[in-house]
């Protein structure tokens, strides 16, 4: 059943406002004129700019700075090192309780004594310019002690050196999970089939650089940080307590955020460095990542070797599942959410879209000498997705069945909800056989099949491949709230009506370009009843908006909308109310639609909301003495019923291989989504493709390589390779919605599912097209270089 | 400033003059001289496309091209094209395709598919698809900038 959305007259039919339609973003004029207003577009009085001195090496000790010359550079203001800034800048240890055992050492803003990784920030040059700042990081003088460098997880995992002294392995954090029965499971398999996936280690390359401006107000003891962030209240609790200013007088401003993806949701060293200094130097400090750099220190993610083993029946029936993760995440595990979540995510998340009911888990996360990892878009998914569906194509291939057919013989039933998973997750409702129907008939898996047959006998390899998939939304306090972490769970939206009849929404999820705004103005609207163009949407200012979480985990329209939802219910009552009062009508006789107050059965217009707002704010007097108008209201909206709330989706891919280049061509790439109630079609599918894209990016070209000395060999724009518009297939995206029933909105979020899927479908028909020519690729990503190894070609 | 050079330089119709520092890049002129922020900074090494500005009517890369380059040329970045009104039809179909997400990539893709408005002819997807090639967005999945181009000089 639908969410009920703003439900008119009784007998008219169901009106859901804006909801589900394909409007165009409203706010967005700026960015299309150039007007926007990222970090690096601020200009302020006084500004400094800080440049990081960056370690060369992986792992190196510090035994001398020499600033002499830096200091003395044209535009230097001042040169720090990490002791001075520690004095006014707390360290963090980033560990969770409920990640039962995960540790991590002390990390501060500057290294002290001992770099850990190639880019991790040593010094801080501050400067009139960024480009004088920069000139004087040259003059640096430093005298380091190399010392032994971990960079291989297996080396890491054996613990031939350990990284940290205070520890007495290179384990950060691990976790197992048994349901029982697997050994006999497995004896009592058909076919057990079993391999090995690697998954390279990339990152998210925004195309604005990380950002930050603090400028801290010694007179007020106050600190106002312009951030290019995804949680400004969680990084507002963060400069208080490190920086040990009262929270009040914290306040982040994220404006326009050019790209996020999870990379800025993060707390980095050098950030926290800038704000730190912006204290030390009592004026507005800016520092803005340059494209080495970002390579250098945003988190990377991923960087996983999976072995994974299958149990099947002749009939196609998955018995059991058993893996083996092992994951790098660098020196640190990164704070506040750790670097132990995306491991946790495999372990829950395998073999997620089926039915068996024996699995087995095991899972380390080890410490090496590379850039940190973290969350980055669909966090663990992809791994998960990618070797659940990359072992069911092998066993369905084992005992001879067509994949489709073999995914259709093991998907959860659509009618076994609610339903608890082996890894103990729970899915509340999902529709995994609808999406794979919709699937097959949007692709013409039958008709792709007979052409990838007649193509072969004529020397043209191509492959298709499917991955269905699970995807985490919505998370609930249990995914950081029950660990220690402040990072909030809920969101709130205010909404207030204009004495023009027009309406403000301010609200703690913020926008990095997937449309929060705009279908928050569709969902404020809607609940209203008033037109489009009359609202205001806010976001991104602890001072303004409501307290939140902001924009992670797919959560900005199942919980930031839901929020502003029940604030546009609210507010539309509370309007009821007042003009009840003007127009000495029974609040049931009306109602409110088109920015007209209406009689509710024949619609006919009453008054226009501006005579409301004006009679509201400007003659209460004409009111009645014991009433007074709310036309600001705030409502929040916690999940809890449920850990997730879970999507589901499958992706299909076709490519084409060429065996004598080792080239991968993308033909075309489906996408079914079940995210729940669809707010707006066109941004969900442009969030799915942006998604997939990423996905692609993973599976064909992005990998941030290292020597074994841990350099980062292709740290750069021209040798790190992104996906660009000339290689991007067409991406057909469809939908089944299956609301929450958490929430009346009923959505259940979107951001992550393209990247969630994407690398296991392109894997699996890249490996379909290579079948006939019995090679098999499992480390991604997929270079041509790879490509004709398994084709043992090179 | 040392070895300051002075350079006169005609942007968004508008003359300026100043003593430019020979290493300034002409997207950091733009940008911390003139305060035209719309041209943005992606990677500095000529790869992403993000600063890219129109010189003597050819686009070009912002951030591998010297100021003190651009004596005498004529300028043009996404302020002065947007107030000119000469992108409106490839922004009101940018808008209303949603060919954007974040907006960073946003003025440059404008900056290059006006080229291709600028032949008079029609293109093909495939050939939009090569044209922006050298123009990276991270966000969208380019699908719908293609179909925002195509809506304007699509075959």
Redesign the interface.
């Known amino acids: 059943m639908k969410a009920e959305l703003p439900l008119h007259a009784p007998g008219t039919q169901l009106d859901k406002g804006y909801i589900g339609q394909s409007v165009?973003?409203p706010n967005?004029?700026?960015?299309?004129?150039?007007?926007?207003t990222?970090i690096?577009?601020l200009?302020f009085p006084r500004l400094a700019h800080v440049a990081f001195f960056r370690s060369p090496y992986a792992h190196a000790r510090i035994r001398k700075l020499d600033f002499s010359n830096a200091i003395k550079s044209p535009g230097v203001l001042a040169v720090f090192d990490g002791p001075k800034v520690a004095e006014y800048c707390k360290p963090w240890v980033a560990v969770l309780a409920h990640l039962k055992g995960i540790k991590s050492p002390p990390q501060y803003t500057i290294a002290i004594g001992r770099a850990c990784w190639q880019g991790e920030a040593v010094a801080a040059v501050v400067a009139e310019s960024r480009?004088q700042a920069e000139d004087a990081v040259a003059l640096i003088e430093a005298d380091w002690y190399e010392l032994p460098v971990v960079v291989d997880m297996e080396a890491s995992l054996r613990g031939d050196y350990v990284i940290h002294e205070e520890f007495t392995d290179n384990v950060c954090f691990k976790r197992e999970h048994d349901t029982g029965g697997v050994d006999e499971a497995f004896a009592q398999a058909d076919a057990v089939v079993e391999d090995t996936f690697h998954f390279g280690r990339h990152t998210?390359?925004?195309?604005?650089?990380r950002a930050i401006l603090a400028d801290y107000n010694a007179a007020e003891h106050s600190l106002t940080v312009y951030h290019a962030t995804q949680a400004p209240h969680m990084m507002q609790d963060i400069f208080s307590r490190h920086l040990d200013i009262p929270e009040a007088n914290v306040r982040v401003i994220a404006k326009?955020?050019?790209?996020?993806?999870g990379i800025k949701v993060h707390v980095y060293a050098d950030e926290m460095a800038t704000a730190a200094i912006s204290v030390i130097m009592r004026r507005p400090v800016k520092f803005v990542a340059?494209?080495l750099e970002s390579f250098l220190s945003d988190i990377h993610c991923r960087e996983h070797r999976v072995r994974i083993k299958i149990a099947v029946k002749k009939s196609g029936e998955i018995l059991a599942f058993d893996l083996d993760d092992l994951t790098a995440i660098g020196p640190y595990s990164v704070y506040p959410r750790t670097s132990g979540i995306e491991g946790n995510q495999v372990v829950n998340l395998t073999g997620g879209p089926y039915k068996h009911q024996k699995y087995r888990a095991k899972m380390h996360c080890v410490f090496t000498n590379k850039n940190v990892t973290c969350q980055y878009r669909a966090v663990g998914h992809p791994i998960a997705v990618a070797l659940t569906e990359g072992i069911v194509d092998l066993a369905a291939q084992k005992i001879g069945m067509d994949p489709a057919e073999f995914r259709r013989v093991n998907l959860i039933a659509d009618d076994a909800y609610p339903y608890t998973f082996p890894s103990g997750i729970k899915f509340e409702k999902l529709s995994h056989h609808q999406t794979l129907d919709l699937l097959l008939k949007k692709m013409d898996y039958q008709g792709l099949r007979e052409e990838q047959k007649s193509l072969r006998a004529k020397g043209v390899y191509r492959g298709i491949g499917l991955a269905a998939m699970i995807e985490v939304t919505n998370p609930s306090p249990a995914f950081y709230g029950v660990g220690g972490a402040r990072i909030s769970a809920q969101d709130g939206a205010t909404l207030r009506l204009e004495p023009t009849g027009m309406v403000t929404v301010m609200c703690s999820v913020t926008e990095?370009?997937?449309?929060t705004e705009a279908i928050f103005a569709q969902i404020a609207a809607s609940a209203v009843g008033v037109t489009l163009d009359k609202i205001k949407v806010i976001t991104g200012d602890t001072g303004v908006t409501p307290y939140g979480g902001g924009t992670w985990a797919s959560r900005g329209a199942g919980i930031g909308g839901e929020a502003v939802l029940q604030a546009g219910r609210a507010l539309r009552a509370n309007m009821l109310d007042v003009a009840s009062r003007i127009l000495n009508l029974e609040k049931n006789e009306i109602d409110i639609l088109n920015n007209e107050v209406v009689n509710k059965l024949t619609l006919e217009s009453k008054m226009p909301l501006a005579e409301l707002g004006r009679v509201a704010y400007f003659r209460p007097d004409t009111l009645p003495i014991d009433f007074q108008a709310e036309l600001t209201v705030t409502r929040h909206y916690t999940p809890r019923q449920y850990g997730f709330t879970f999507t589901n989706g499958i992706q299909g891919s076709l490519v084409e291989v060429d065996p004598d280049t080792g080239f991968v061509k993308l033909l075309k790439h489906w996408c079914v989504e079940d995210s729940g109630t669809v707010i707006n079609p066109?941004?969900v599918d442009?969030?799915?493709?942006?998604?997939?894209?990423?996905g692609i990016g993973a599976a064909l070209y992005e990998e941030c390589i290292y020597g074994p000395d841990g350099q980062l060999l292709n740290g750069?724009?021209?040798d790190y390779l992104?996906?660009?518009?000339?290689?991007?297939p067409?991406?057909v995206c469809a939908h089944v919605e299956t609301p929450t029933k958490q929430s009346q909105l009923g959505a259940k979020g979107v951001g992550e599912a393209?990247t969630a899927g994407a690398p296991g479908a392109i894997m699996n028909a890249v490996n379909d097209a290579l079948l006939p020519l019995n090679a098999r690729v499992t480390a991604m990503p997929f270079t041509p270089e790879r490509i004709l190894k398994a084709l043992k070609k090179v | 400033m040392e070895h300051a050079l002075e350079a006169t330089l005609t942007v968004n119709g508008t003359k300026v003059t100043r003593r430019i520092a020979p290493r300034m890049h002409l997207v950091d002129f733009l940008r911390d001289e003139l305060g035209l922020t719309g041209s943005h900074i992606g990677c500095e090494h000529g790869v992403c496309g993000a600063c890219t500005v129109r010189v003597n009517g050819e686009i070009v890369r912002g951030c591998l091209m010297l100021a003190v380059q651009a004596d005498g040329c004529t300028v043009d970045t996404i302020e002065g094209l947007s107030d000119s009104q000469e992108l409106s039809r490839l922004q009101k179909g940018f808008h209303e395709h949603n060919a954007f997400q974040c907006g960073f990539c946003t003025p440059a893709m404008l900056m290059a598919a006006q080229e291709l408005v600028r032949q008079k002819k029609t293109f093909s997807r495939e050939e939009i698809r090569v044209h922006i090639s050298g123009n990276y967005c991270r966000c969208t999945g380019y699908q719908a900038i293609v179909d925002a181009i195509e809506s304007v000089i699509g075959k």
């Open positions: 165009p973003r967005t004029q700026r960015l299309l004129q150039g007007r926007g990222f690096d577009d200009r480009s998210g390359v925004c195309l604005e650089g326009d955020v050019g790209g996020s993806f340059d494209r990095q370009g997937q449309g066109m941004l442009e969030q799915i493709r942006g998604g997939v894209v990423q750069n724009m021209a992104v996906p660009m518009s000339g290689e991007m067409d991406i393209g």
